[in-house]
């Protein structure tokens, strides 16, 4: 018997919520306010993870899918020492699956963002370690065709835009026109963004959250070297 699904979509009250505290960010504020912050925010994120997580588990099986903070959701807390901004509250939060409960800073990851006006989804890097980037273009340069069957894929890239953050100039100093971008990047990630509604507010949520992690799961096992443990939803 297949299990149900516990998560069932954000509701209006977690979108009120983002916009109510990005108004009101102080701790006085969301203490009073902390019932509505774990019933209709960190609830339906823990649902998701949840639901998420024997899918995510098959994609690769050393996965943190635990439905906790700090592991896969992240924290409404700023880290405000080193930031000019101080602002004490996330007015958006998202969840992570990755394989290292190290700084998510380096770690490839799937994610997936509930903003006031948007949710997104993908998969990437938020700084990607200098080492790891340069056995990633290294291995692209070794076979520049296998790797652009992946990247030029049409359903990749209709369904997701690629981002990221550039070097001035290449550290590699030759390389086909073609991989000019893949070059210089510090840092890249793919993301598909749009409306939180109705989607959002829906189970349909989940479906298609595996739909696109599957469209990036190529790329994903590229990255890490490692051989797909799913048949994938295109032939790449």
């Excluded at 306010?33 to 649902?47: C, G, I, Q």
């Excluded at 004490?88 to 990851?109: K, M, N, P, Y």
């Excluded at 030029?152 to 026109?177: A, H, I, M, W």
């Amino acid at each position: 018997m297949l299990k149900k699904n516990s998560f069932t979509g954000f509701t209006p009250e977690t979108i009120r919520f983002f916009r109510r505290i990005k108004k009101n960010n102080n701790k006085p504020w969301f203490e009073e306010n902390r019932p509505v912050y774990e019933e209709h925010v960190l609830k339906p994120l823990r649902n998701l993870v949840e639901d998420l997580g024997q899918f995510m588990k098959m994609l690769d099986a050393q996965f943190d899918v635990r439905p906790q903070i700090n592991r896969t959701i992240a924290k409404i807390y700023r880290d405000t020492r080193f930031s000019r901004d101080k602002t004490l509250f996330r007015d958006h939060l998202w969840i992570v699956f990755r394989r290292h409960q190290t700084s998510l800073a380096g770690e490839l990851c799937f994610y997936f963002e509930i903003r006031i006006d948007s949710f997104s989804y993908g998969m990437g890097f938020y700084a990607a370690p200098r080492e790891v980037m340069i056995d990633f273009k290294n291995r692209i340069l070794a076979n520049p065709q296998k790797f652009l069957r992946i990247v030029q894929n049409p359903v990749l890239t209709e369904t997701f835009s690629l981002d990221g953050e550039f070097y001035t100039r290449s550290p590699v100093k030759e390389y086909p026109p073609e991989l000019e971008n893949w070059m210089k990047f510090k840092s890249f990630y793919w993301g598909h963004k749009e409306s939180n509604k109705p989607l959002a507010f829906s189970n349909k949520l989940i479906e298609v959250l595996k739909e696109g992690f599957l469209i990036l799961y190529p790329l994903y096992c590229y990255v890490q070297k490692m051989q797909p443990n799913v048949k994938v939803a295109y032939k790449s």
